[in-house]
């Protein structure tokens, strides 16, 4: 079967896909968007994050063809090659990046969160990115990338 | 939520000491570093493994007829078609690449597909018809230290004895104290699972392999001696690596992704999904141990007994390296003239165990600290006291009669974390996010209860027992630029910006390129013992000297100034006794300065029959201190704060190493509380995040984190390794913490609600 999927902003074709793909692996190893990471298959480590309709979801638990209308948005535009935004910088600048695999899908999360909530405490931190699994930081740098984030942006950073 | 306090002026940005950007950060955050299995190629073909679904089983046939007839199936590999050697093993070649008559664990391989989709694969897999009879499945390690057990395997089910004995044998002491501990599997869990992408040569005679793993050289080693090719027939690169923690040091699909690969002359990618990846790399050994110290009354330590059982699962693997590991340290970081110690590991129709991040000795270290919160009850000391009357110094003895020449700072790690503030009480009306059980929001905050325990530990660094360890890398400084090449594994512990530092430092240049990550240059070792900074941070170190002694050659004999007066300041070549003073970038231009340096440390040696011997390089020391709040109803606990002290040697990226302090933390926390993977007749019950729990960030304590810096003179940079110690004894300062605040006698990890409430 053939279908489109808007993604970031642009139609996408997926052809000669079979039904039971899904979303992270259409993106992955279809339409040539590997930045998004597939570490659990069941929802529970977040690599996978995308912003589906204003939503952050797993796109591990979602079927691609039932992504079709949707707007679905993955860390390949959160910025152009070679330029950071705030959360970027912040991971970088924080030290919140290790083994890295976690990474895309956290940095969409956090922007996800601050997007909607510009001024998060630690509670809200720790609750927001508690889907996901980070397993070489022990989230201290990372909740250190989440504040510095949050506080450049209050600052006027994007 | 961390602090780390430093006292140096600051170093020149980008160079040691300072908290240099990691150069794979900016692929990273943006999703463009290619991890293994991002690896993709033209044509390429998906590989699978077919498993054993018994415990121990004969295989009376394999029919492979039915997959082969898919639509879209390539081949299908079992035993027969592995040229070369038929097994595999870091240390003993006893793992089948294929079973062939005998399964003797759930997950070991007996077949492998390559097919145009992964639905494909599933579908070969599913078609594959495999008769097994069923044997009796050994999975009790204490039965299989049983002589009178019927062996699993023709090298029977003692994969390593080993005693140590020193001193008295009888010696005793007015206070003796015992228990015996178990420790859980635990699973490394690093989030890029497995994956590899093969490339068969033009000829078709050799392979190019893009894999994620700790060791290159020693990869390919195996992987060729399987094949029956020539090493240099089998190049491999390093795939990015999304995490390791040991369980890349051995093979998983390696093998079968190269014979796919030969055997199709097809590009070949082969990825584990999450379960598979459960069953097919090593674990952590689950342990039982027995310990008896004997005691002054004042609670100086007079001797140590014990006993270690450790489950090595169906095959070799590195369990004999673990054993010695595990019972070398049974006297933790203390002084102790007298021990009988013995311990086994043992072969069992389990899912084998292997590396994981601390080595054996995270499973000794719970016992020890168990074992002297026990002491300081009897002597009526504090948990602190006891630790500061027995803490080994520089020139104090193990047990196996080595003398501890590292520096050895254990006193003051204890008092440095000692120092540290406690975290504030639990306040009234908390949000119950900060109760235990976390998003469960279930605790009842008029039953939570605080507690605080101890733990502090000794870990080796770099490997032991005679195995001549070493590391090699090349440099080539031209035009200010200096090109690193190594085959050192960043498996995301931070070698890459170590690396650059280093040659900033001693090259005096602020642009470092990094060659690929590849089998082209000589081995660099495991990334593994906490060795890389020590081991490839020496041979980075040594190539960069080298070349610099070469360019203050040249520049000495251009200005007539002699060699040794030159040296480098900031990115100049300088005089030190004089005034000539030129950019690095000038002096280096349009010509080319190299180095090549092979680092070794020094020679080890075996143990004796009494477990005697100078069998460990050096030594690094750490003290943890936990508090928990738990909910005695509903046996919850949350780790609120852990505080540390870690004798590091010197502090290269600071911010780097709180990384590996606050991550080593979690893992340690990990095994105190929740992980562990559960056995039932040697099948897993939970190969899943689902059900094998994680640490996630509401279960992330608040670190507060101090550096003890006291330079390693053997060390090449004055730097210890770092990535393990910290994961070591915070398991058992959290178990105390619990056990302080319960009154409960907990002698396993992980501690489950059950233990504490019923």
């Given at each position: 079967m053939s279908y489109?999927?808007?993604?970031?902003?642009?139609?996408?074709?997926?052809?000669?896909?079979?039904?039971?793909?899904?979303?992270?692996?259409?993106?992955?190893?279809?339409?040539?968007?590997?930045?998004?990471?597939?570490?659990?298959?069941?929802?529970?480590?977040?690599?996978?994050?995308?912003?589906?309709?204003g939503e952050a979801v797993c796109s591990c638990l979602v079927l691609a063809a039932g992504a079709i209308g949707a707007d679905v948005r993955t860390i390949e535009a959160v910025s152009p090659a070679g330029e950071y935004n705030a959360v970027q910088e912040a991971f970088i600048a924080e030290g919140g990046v290790q083994c890295g695999f976690c990474t895309p899908g956290l940095v969409v999360a956090v922007q996800h969160l601050l997007d909607r909530t510009?001024?998060?405490?630690?509670?809200e931190i720790k609750e927001a990115i508690s889907g996901n699994i980070c397993r070489c930081t022990g989230y201290g740098r990372v909740f250190a990338a989440v504040r510095a984030a949050r506080d450049a942006r209050r600052a006027g950073a994007t | 939520m961390s602090t780390a306090t430093r006292t140096d002026a600051p170093p020149r940005g980008g160079t040691l000491g300072d908290s240099a950007r990691r150069p794979d950060a900016g692929p990273k955050v943006q999703g463009r570093f290619s991890f293994s299995s991002d690896a993709w190629a033209t044509n390429m073909l998906w590989g699978a493994t077919l498993r054993s679904t018994h415990a121990h089983a004969r295989i009376v046939a394999v029919d492979v007829s039915a997959a082969l007839a898919i639509n879209g199936v390539s081949c299908v590999l079992t035993a027969d078609d592995v040229p070369g050697l038929p097994t595999y093993g870091l240390i003993d070649a006893d793992q089948p690449v294929f079973a062939r008559d005998v399964v003797r664990y759930v997950g070991e391989p007996i077949a492998a597909v390559a097919a145009d989709h992964p639905e494909t694969c599933r579908r070969a897999l599913e078609a594959i018809r495999v008769e097994y009879e069923p044997l009796p499945a050994l999975t009790d390690p204490l039965r299989a230290a049983d002589p009178a057990t019927a062996p699993i395997h023709p090298r029977g089910n003692v994969l390593r004895h080993q005693r140590i004995r020193r001193g008295d044998p009888d010696a005793t002491g007015p206070i003796v104290v015992e228990g015996t501990y178990e420790i859980g599997m635990q699973d490394q869990a690093f989030l890029g699972l497995e994956a590899a992408l093969a490339m068969p040569d033009d000829d078709g005679a050799g392979l190019e392999l893009y894999v994620a793993t700790q060791w290159l050289h020693e990869d390919r080693k195996q992987i060729a001696a399987c094949l029956a090719l020539d090493p240099e027939r089998v190049r491999l690169t390093l795939g990015g690596v999304g995490g390791a923690f040991g369980a890349r040091e051995d093979i998983s699909l390696q093998v079968h992704c190269a014979l796919l690969c030969l055997r199709t002359r097809r590009p070949i990618k082969m990825q584990y999904g999450r379960e598979e990846s459960f069953l097919g790399h090593v674990h952590r050994h689950p342990a039982r141990i027995w310990m008896r110290h004997h005691a002054e009354r004042d609670g100086t330590l007079v001797?140590?007994?014990?006993?270690?059982?450790?489950?090595?699962?169906?095959?070799?693997?590195?369990?004999?390296?673990?054993?010695?590991?595990?019972?070398?340290?049974?006297?933790?970081?203390?002084?102790?003239e007298h021990a009988v110690v013995d311990g086994w590991a043992l072969r069992t129709n389990n899912p084998p165990c292997g590396a994981m991040r601390g080595f054996g000795v995270v499973q000794a270290c719970f016992a020890h600290e168990s074992q002297m919160d026990r002491v300081a009850a009897a002597a009526g000391l504090d948990p602190v006291e006891v630790r500061l009357r027995n803490a080994m110094h520089t020139g104090d003895r193990l047990i196996t009669g080595q003398v501890v020449d590292s520096v050895a700072p254990v006193e003051r790690c204890i008092r440095e974390t000692a120092e540290i503030p406690l975290p504030a009480p639990l306040a009234p009306g908390a949000d119950p996010l900060d109760l235990p059980g976390g998003s469960g929001l279930a605790a009842e905050q008029s039953r939570v209860r605080r507690g605080v325990g101890w733990g502090v530990s000794i870990k080796n660094l770099m490997y032991s027992e005679g195995f001549d360890d070493s590391s090699t890398a090349r440099v080539q400084l031209s035009g200010g630029i200096a090109t690193l090449e190594f085959a050192t594994a960043e498996v995301g512990q931070g070698f890459l910006v170590l690396a650059q530092q280093i040659a900033r430092t001693v090259l005096g240049v602020d642009r470092v390129v990094l060659a690929p990550i590849r089998t082209y240059v000589g081995s660099a070792g495991s990334t593994s013992a906490s060795r890389q900074t020590w081991m490839s941070g020496g041979a980075v170190d040594g190539a960069c000297r080298i070349a610099r002694e070469r360019l203050f050659e040249a520049v000495g004999e251009e200005h007539g100034i002699d060699p040794i007066r030159l040296a480098i300041d900031g990115t100049d070549v300088v005089d030190t006794a004089g005034t000539l003073r030129v950019p690095v970038a000038e002096a280096t231009n349009a010509r080319t300065f190299t180095g090549e340096f092979e680092h070794h440390h020094r020679p080890t040696g075996e143990l004796d029959a009494d477990g005697q011997g100078d069998c460990h390089v050096a030594f690094a020391f750490v003290a943890h201190r936990a508090v928990v709040d738990v909910d005695l109803d509903l046996g919850l606990v949350k780790v609120v704060q852990v505080a540390t002290a870690q004798d590091v040697g010197r502090v290269l990226n600071p911010l780097a190493a709180l990384g590996q302090l606050e991550g080593g933390i979690a893992q340690g926390l990990g095994l105190a509380v929740m992980e562990e993977i559960v056995l039932q007749d040697g099948r897993m019950r939970n190969p899943t995040f689902t059900d094998y729990l994680l640490p996630t960030s509401l279960d992330a304590p608040e670190v507060v984190a101090r550096f003890v810096e006291e330079p390693e003179p053997m060390a090449p940079l004055g730097a210890k390794g770092i990535g393990e110690p910290p994961c070591i004894s915070v398991t058992p300062a959290i178990v105390a913490a619990i056990r302080a605040a319960t009154g409960r006698d907990l002698v396993r990890v992980p501690v489950r609600p059950q233990d504490v409430c019923l």
């Open positions: 489109t999927l808007r993604i970031n902003g642009e139609d996408r074709v997926v052809q000669d896909a079979t039904i039971s793909e899904s979303l992270l692996f259409v993106l992955r190893e279809r339409l040539g968007l590997p930045g998004t990471k597939g570490a659990c298959e069941q929802g529970e480590c977040g690599s996978c994050t995308v912003v589906m309709d510009p001024d998060p405490s630690d509670l | 001797k140590v007994e014990a006993k270690f059982w450790l489950d090595g699962g169906a095959y070799a693997s590195t369990s004999s390296a673990v054993l010695i590991n595990a019972i070398t340290h049974a006297q933790g970081p203390y002084r102790c």
